[in-house]
């Protein structure tokens, strides 16, 4: 497939979506950052979410009424509690580093037959991760736990997304990034994943609970 046939087939994926106004509640429960389950507004926010819309990608880029169901998948190892720390690659072989850190394994949420809104948000997340870091779909389902949501109307990019995001405890060494080409994981303590310095907005939001 040709590089901007690809692009094209990008924006055309048909995605989860919720409607602005009806997400925050005409705004009454705007956050900035990141805020955990059992906040009160987490709560009445994941309500909306029964409300999703399918919507192509493309058109939801710059469609600042409705928000992007995103999944963000923190991944820590079950028996050291350490984090995955990952930066993205442009290009293979020699590749210099492009952009900054993350620890949210994720990305768009695509509609699944026959299942609620939260099965699919998990089953999304599930797939991603098998993708991404090889991670059998079967156990990240066991071991995703929601932990929170993630909102930075600050940026364009932020404007049009909504972080759903999940814990996932696994063995590191089930681990491995498919195409190491374009990622390079390492696996840090709380202590060092809280001293880098270049993340990216959303991880930054999560270093108070790595």
Not at 130 to 143: D, K, Q, T, Y
Not at 174 to 181: F, T
Request: proline share 0%.
């Amino acid at each position: 497939m040709k590089g901007w046939e690809k692009d094209m087939s990008k924006w055309d994926e048909q995605i989860l979506v919720v409607n602005r106004k009806e997400l925050f509640n005409n705004e009454e429960n705007h956050f900035y950052g990141f805020i955990q389950k059992n906040d009160e507004k987490t709560k009445k926010i994941i309500d909306t979410f029964e409300s999703y819309e399918v919507k192509r990608r493309g058109d939801m880029e710059e469609d600042s009424s409705y928000k992007q169901l995103i999944g963000y998948v923190l991944l820590k190892d079950a028996n050291t509690n350490e984090v995955l720390v990952y930066k993205r690659l442009v290009g293979g072989g020699e590749a210099r580093l492009h952009g900054k850190a993350s620890v949210g394994i994720g990305g768009h949420m695509n509609e699944v037959e026959g299942k609620t809104i939260f099965e699919m948000l998990k089953i999304n997340a599930a797939r991603e991760l098998n993708e991404e870091v090889g991670v059998s779909e079967e156990e990240a389902l066991n071991n995703l736990h929601f932990i929170g949501l993630i909102n930075d109307d600050k940026t364009e990019v932020g404007q049009v997304h909504v972080g759903v995001v999940y814990e996932c405890k696994v063995d590191k060494s089930k681990v491995e990034v498919k195409e190491d080409d374009t990622l390079v994981i390492k696996w840090m303590t709380a202590d060092e994943a809280k001293a880098e310095e270049n993340y990216e907005t959303w991880s930054e939001f999560l270093k108070p609970i790595f």
